[in-house]
Each structure stands twice: as C-alpha cells, then as structure tokens.
C-alpha cells in the first residue's frame, strides 16, 4: 500500500456523461500526478499539480480537468465520456516537484 | 518533449536465467530515471531509479545501468523467479524547466518467467 487513495474503484457510465475521481495524496506530499493507462497506449501523463498549482500538462484532453484542493486532494473531471475514455485512471503523488512517485490503486472506467 | 523508447515488449525467461529490459531516451538533460513493476490489474510499484550522476545501483536480484552518453538505461533482473512476472515500465524525467515536472514512460515490457 503506497498510502494513495482513489476513489471510486470501478465507475461504468454512458457515452456523454461526466464523471469525476478523487485521488488523496500520501500525508505529506505536496505534488499529485494524473495518469491514463489504456491497453495499446501504456501510462500517458495527463496533469500535475503542486500544493494547489498546475505545474505540468501533459496530454490531456479539453473534456478532462483537474484540481488540487487546499487540503491537498485531487479531482479528475471527464466531461462528454467516449467509448475511448475507457481506461485505468492512475494518481500518483510526491513529497516535492520531480520527486519519487508512489501510485495509488486507480480507478477503472468503463464507457458504455 | 522526451521521448522514452522500452525494448523488448514482451521476454520470456526459464527461472533461474537473467532478464534484460532496455530503454532510451530523447532529452539530454533528463536526470532521474526510475522503474515500476505492475502486476496484472495492480498500481505500477517503483522498484528501482537511478539518478544521472551514478552509472549503476544494485538491490538484490535487482540492478539498473545507466549510460548518459548514449542516453540509455537497463534494467537487469538475476535468478528470475515466478513472482517476478510482471510489465515492467521505465521512464525519464526532464531535466529543466516544464518539462522536468513530468515523468515519461515506455510503454512496458511483459515479462513471463515460466517454472
């Protein structure tokens, strides 16, 4: 157990809906990461954020978007849901910018 | 941006020989460069990292080499066993400005160590 929740665990929804995964980062940790991993595309970067600031954007689509809150938890909101969103949401955190990362168990979406 | 290229995509080893996995990278200021292990359904486990200014780092049945000059790193995997079954993904961070707030991945090797 690396101490990175996510919530929820599996999340089935329909093309159009919006949906949104928290992730609580390590006690500690001040940076949050959004990953995608879907089968043929392996772990693609979405977003970072640092004690409440967005500091990287990776590829993430204009339907996503994300946020750190004061007390440091993240929210991932996907908007107009695909049939290709369907993927393992991964958050990781870390103490620092570029510091080790440590994986929380993820979120599986299934769009239906 | 990096780009971050992992060879094999798949190995498969008797247990007991050694696993090789190979990665490259693109950006020449990158300086750290850890390796996660994810078992089948399970979150991606950091395993090992290296950082540039060392060649090598060993734990256990586990060791990572890195040559900056070529701008590549391996991960190698002694006296494999069952439990080490697993995709394994490397990656890089850069080194400067936005880009060193992100790490890149490969995109995984499987690897199947057969009894």
């Known amino acids: 157990d690396s101490g990175v929740t996510q919530t929820p665990k599996h999340l089935i929804t329909a093309t159009g809906q919006r949906v949104t995964l928290r992730c609580s980062p390590r006690?500690?940790?001040?940076?949050v990461y959004w990953y995608q991993q879907s089968l043929d595309q392996g772990l693609q970067f979405l977003i970072q954020y640092y004690n409440g600031e967005e500091r990287a954007k990776g590829n993430i689509l204009e339907r996503f978007s994300a946020q750190q809150f004061p007390d440091l938890h993240s929210e991932l909101n996907l908007s107009s849901l695909e049939l290709g969103d369907s993927a393992l949401y991964f958050c990781?955190?870390?103490?620092?910018?570029?510091?080790?990362?440590?994986f929380g168990p993820g979120t599986r979406l299934l769009v239906l | 941006g990096e780009n971050v290229e992992q060879h094999p995509s798949t190995l498969s080893v008797q247990e007991g020989d050694s696993a090789v996995i190979k990665c490259t990278y693109s950006d020449s200021a990158s300086n750290y460069f850890p390796w996660y292990k994810q078992e089948l359904g399970k979150r991606p486990q950091l395993i090992i990292d290296?950082?540039?200014?060392?060649g090598e780092k060993k734990d256990q049945r586990i060791a990572v080499t890195l040559n900056k000059t070529a701008k590549h790193f391996s991960l190698h995997i002694t006296e494999t066993q069952p439990e080490d079954s697993a995709v394994y993904f490397c990656a890089a961070r850069g080194g400067s400005g936005g880009s060193n707030y992100k790490l890149t991945f490969g995109k995984g090797t499987l690897l199947t160590v057969n009894p």
């Open positions: 006690s500690g940790d001040l940076s």
């Open positions: 290296i950082r540039s200014n060392v």
């Open positions: 990781a955190s870390s103490v620092g910018v570029g510091e080790t990362q440590y």
